[in-house]
Nanobody, 124 residues
Framework: QVQLVESGGGLVQAGGSLRLSCAAS????????MGWFRQASGKEREFVAV????????YYADSVKGRFTISRDNAVNTLYLQMNSLKPEDTAVYYC?????????????????WGQGTQVTVPS
């Protein structure tokens, strides 16, 4: 089993940057694909980015491509999301998730474990 704890959220002005972290427990972190999702108030949780277990492959939602970068450090069991050029529409609770089975899953049902989320607010 994997336990996930996000951090790094906060309030940032439009055009600014934030770096989210997701600390994972357990010795099997390096065997999971890891993803970031977000959920804005009143909306469905949506896919943001995913990285393969090795870190060699990534995939992004069109809405964040070129602005966000997902990465992982398996030596310290941590997932990251570097967010640049933030926009008001990026305001949401951001969740990290672990997938045991799939290589680059973009569907939330393919993930086995979830963190509690961290709030990111970009005022308009």
């Amino acid at each position: 089993q994997v336990q996930l704890v996000e951090s790094g959220g906060g309030l940032v002005q439009a055009g600014g940057s934030l770096r989210l972290s997701c600390a994972a427990s357990g010795r099997t972190f390096s065997t999971y694909a890891m993803g970031w999702f977000r959920q804005a108030s009143g909306k469905e949780r949506e896919f943001v980015a995913v990285v393969s277990w090795s870190g060699d492959s990534t995939y992004y939602a069109d809405s964040v491509k070129g602005r966000f970068t997902i990465s992982r450090d398996n030596a310290v069991n941590t997932l990251y999301l570097q967010m640049n050029s933030l926009k008001p529409e990026d305001t949401a609770v951001y969740y990290c998730a672990a997938s045991r089975t799939y290589t680059l899953p973009t569907i939330r049902q393919y993930y086995n474990y979830w963190g509690q989320g961290t709030q990111v607010t970009v005022p308009s």
